[in-house]
């Protein structure tokens, strides 16, 4: 399933308008929140199968303990299992609470990773560090967007090849069907982190096994939650639950059932959030390419993955709403940030992404600062790099305005 097709089946705005809707307890148009973290057995013999997890609610039996499984939470990871297109799905109380029960999930003791060299910070130190040292689990980091290279990789005990859709914060695309099938030669499963893409891509529309959301970013899109999400096969799913094995039970990075209805309500609004996240930073992408700049953006036609996202991705729902510039140096860097959100208010220096008003960091010292100074040069991570989060508060001619007046007053243009 390479040639984009708008009309095909499987539209993740669809699959999630088709899921039944969750009435509230009285008939409220919003579900409910579950708040309880234990629930009431009915007849005392039925526990030890309850605890066994062979009597769940779904089997005439009844939920257990809030870390185990809570309802609300439950239909949060439904939710996004289908925007996914994944059989499954639960979440976490962060994106790295997610990614490591995956990854936990699917490696034992002395098991293999081949990575994508150009990874989020975080987990990048935990499959670089935290992850050898503590589970002896080794990651071999590779060019994910060369399947030649993550192939060559592979050995008898790689369990998983990881990388993210769109990669943070060189905006790189994932050759996602190239990857999977390299993947699934070898008998181990494709991970995604697809924070940087809801909607624009579905990886396991292209043969992905298993998605991770940071939904601290786009999803919940306000900055005021840390949370995160794991979808894929109802099996897999079930197996980070498990009672003795599973990592979301028994490491307990269990997300508060108030945080997922909050979440929740935010789903119907991501489509329109996303659309207007992508399309201002189109403009501006286009805009800094005619005064020169030195700007990476998917959806610029010049940039080196641009035909591989329109292949894969879903172009109606655009090309992320991220973008970066060069700046040169990391001193000129801070000067425009610094200019942008002090003299001209166009946004805020913070390290996080997907807010409503524009969020920039410059990767090298910030987000990526985790990576040494060779596994950042061999990203391409420049230090003037700067990131943009493209926000969509105020008028797109008062921020365009904005923008350039910081670039004229820093000597960019
Ligand atoms: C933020 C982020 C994470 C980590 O998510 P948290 O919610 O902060 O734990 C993982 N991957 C990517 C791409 C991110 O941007």
């Known amino acids: 399933m390479t040639d984009h097709d708008p009309n095909r089946p499987g539209d993740p705005v669809e699959r999630l308008a088709a899921l039944r809707h969750e009435f509230g307890e009285h008939g409220g148009v919003n579900m409910s929140i579950e708040a309880s973290t234990t629930f009431t057995?009915?007849?005392?013999?039925?526990?030890?199968?309850?605890?066994?997890?062979?009597?769940?609610?779904?089997?005439?039996?009844?939920?257990?303990?809030?870390?185990?499984?809570?309802?609300?939470?439950?239909?949060?990871?439904?939710?996004?299992?289908?925007?996914?297109?994944?059989?499954?799905?639960?979440?976490?109380?962060?994106?790295?609470?997610?990614?490591?029960?995956?990854?936990?999930?699917?490696?034992?003791?002395?098991?293999?990773?081949?990575?994508?060299?150009?990874?989020?910070?975080?987990?990048?130190?935990?499959?670089?560090?935290?992850?050898?040292?503590?589970?002896?689990?080794?990651?071999?980091?590779?060019?994910?967007?060369?399947?030649?290279?993550?192939?060559?990789?592979?050995?008898?005990?790689?369990?998983?090849?990881?990388?993210?859709?769109?990669?943070?914060?060189?905006?790189?695309?994932?050759?996602?069907?190239?990857?999977?099938?390299?993947?699934?030669?070898?008998?181990?499963?494709?991970?995604?982190?697809?924070?940087?893409?809801?909607?624009?891509?579905?990886?396991?529309?292209?043969?992905?096994?298993?998605?991770?959301?940071?939904?601290?970013?786009?999803?919940?899109?306000?900055?005021?939650?840390?949370?995160?999400?794991?979808?894929?096969?109802?099996?897999?799913?079930?197996?980070?639950?498990d009672l003795h094995t599973g990592p979301l039970m028994i490491l307990g990075p269990t997300m508060d059932p108030q945080v997922a209805h909050s979440i929740s309500l935010r789903l119907p609004h991501l489509p329109i959030r996303m659309i207007e996240h992508a399309r201002r930073a189109m403009i501006f992408a286009e805009r800094l390419r005619e005064l020169g700049i030195e700007v990476g953006y998917p959806g610029l036609a010049e940039h080196p993955d641009h035909e591989l996202f329109r292949r894969i991705g879903r172009p109606e729902y655009g090309y992320g709403g991220l973008l970066t510039i060069d700046a040169g140096t990391r001193e000129r860097a801070e000067r425009l940030m610094e200019d942008l959100q002090n003299t001209e208010g166009f946004g805020w220096m913070a390290v996080s992404l997907g807010y409503f008003d524009t969020l920039m960091s410059c990767s090298a010292s910030s987000t990526s600062s985790e990576m040494s100074d060779d596994a950042l040069a061999a990203a391409g991570i420049a230090p003037g790099l700067v990131r943009m989060s493209i926000g969509f508060t105020g008028s797109l001619d008062q921020r365009w305005s904005q923008l350039e007046s910081s670039l004229r007053r820093v000597g960019l243009v």
Request: charged residues 15%.
């Open 41 to 241: 057995v009915m007849e005392a013999g039925t526990m030890p199968e309850i605890f066994q997890g062979r009597l769940g609610p779904d089997a005439g039996g009844c939920y257990l303990y809030g870390r185990h499984f809570n309802p609300t939470v439950f239909v949060l990871g439904r939710q996004l299992a289908a925007m996914e297109g994944a059989e499954a799905g639960y979440c976490a109380a962060s994106g790295l609470g997610a990614i490591s029960a995956a990854i936990l999930g699917l490696v034992d003791q002395g098991d293999h990773i081949v990575a994508g060299d150009t990874l989020y910070g975080g987990t990048w130190a935990m499959l670089a560090e935290f992850l050898p040292r503590k589970c002896g689990v080794t990651t071999t980091f590779v060019d994910a967007s060369d399947p030649d290279a993550v192939a060559a990789a592979m050995t008898d005990r790689t369990k998983i090849v990881y990388c993210e859709s769109v990669t943070n914060p060189t905006l790189r695309v994932a050759d996602l069907p190239r990857l999977a099938e390299v993947a699934h030669a070898r008998g181990a499963r494709l991970i995604v982190d697809n924070t940087f893409a809801p909607l624009a891509i579905t990886p396991i529309d292209h043969g992905a096994d298993v998605v991770v959301h940071s939904l601290t970013k786009f999803v919940n899109g306000a900055s005021d939650f840390i949370a995160g999400a794991v979808v894929g096969s109802g099996e897999f799913i079930g197996s980070l639950m």
